[in-house]
């Protein structure tokens, strides 16, 4: 059984046609799965237009404050009853089997421990969806608007045709071993909403597990959706959760207080 986990937060534009593709997706190839939603507090519909749908084999977590991403995950993650959890964003459609293909890469692929789709645009473009571990230098250059081609944090136009080992993958479509999940346990909660997908492919890596990206399975992203909701927040909270990163993986040195005056004073022209 894959065990489905979406966070929703004020996602009811998105949340019905998210479930709707889960459902059809795992009815048409017979796999069976449980759906997981943890909303952290929605102001909107969201959780009314869920319980008039009446799905089954799903359940709802209704936080009463939003404890942020990274808390909602293992709150669903730990609930999973699968072998297999899928961290899905409500803002994702399922395309053509999806969901078996990233089940079936587990046993195709030796040492896998996560796997995660081609994620596209809703016209079919490609989006830039995985990336490599950043270091300092990455960060440094991906702040300088001549020097920013000489980061090799993220990776544009990767279009594979074939399976591929990847180092981060975005967590808005990843499946994992729940057993795994349990050996690393889950995401650090130190994050609040980001770089959390980064330590969590990071773990499943020094566990010594690889992640697989599966080009023949494709899900529709609609990027950024519940982000743009509350730009000026969502940045403070990046930049804290980039420094925590830093700090855990690399230890307190002078780059990383340059990393935070970077980080503050980029702020004023990302807003």
């Known amino acids: 059984m894959v065990s489905v986990v979406i966070v929703t ?22 796999i069976s799965v449980e759906v997981i939603v943890v909303d952290n507090n929605s102001s909107d519909k969201t959780l009314e237009k869920i319980k008039l749908k009446n799905y089954s084999s799903l359940s709802v977590i209704c936080n009463k404050e939003n404890f942020g991403y990274t808390v909602a995950c293992n709150q669903g993650m730990k609930k999973a009853k699968g072998e297999y959890v899928f961290l899905l964003n ?21 040492g896998c421990g996560a796997v995660a789709p081609k994620l596209i645009n809703s016209d079919g473009s490609l989006q830039d969806s995985c990336r490599n571990f950043p270091d300092y230098s990455d960060l440094f250059f991906e702040m300088s608007l001549l020097l920013k081609n000489l980061s090799k944090w993220k990776i544009k136009k990767f279009n594979p045709e074939n399976p591929v080992a990847v ?65 000026s927040n969502m940045i403070k909270i990046w930049n804290s ?26 702020s004023i022209f990302r807003k």
Not at 90 to 110: H, R
Not at 209 to 226: D, F, Q, R, T, W
Request: aromatic share 12%; proline share 2%.
């Open 9 to 30: 937060w004020n996602s009811e534009e998105e949340i019905i046609q998210c479930l709707d593709s889960v459902y059809s997706d795992s009815e048409n190839h017979k």
């Open 241 to 266: 959760d980039c420094v925590k990163y830093f700090q855990k993986y690399f230890g307190n040195s002078y780059k990383l207080s340059l990393l935070k005056n970077l980080l503050n004073l980029s």
């Open 90 to 110: 409500p803002d994702t459609i399922i395309n053509n089997g999806s969901i078996l293909k990233l089940v079936n890469s587990f046993a195709e692929f030796e």
């Open 167 to 231: 180092e981060q993958p975005m967590a808005a479509a990843l499946m994992i071993r729940k057993s795994l999940l349990e050996k690393i346990d889950f995401m650090d909660e130190r994050y609040k909403m980001f770089f959390n997908d980064v330590d969590l492919c990071k773990k499943i890596y020094l566990s010594g597990y690889n992640i697989m990206l599966i080009p023949s399975a494709e899900i529709i992203h609609e990027k950024g959706v519940s982000i743009y909701k509350d730009r």
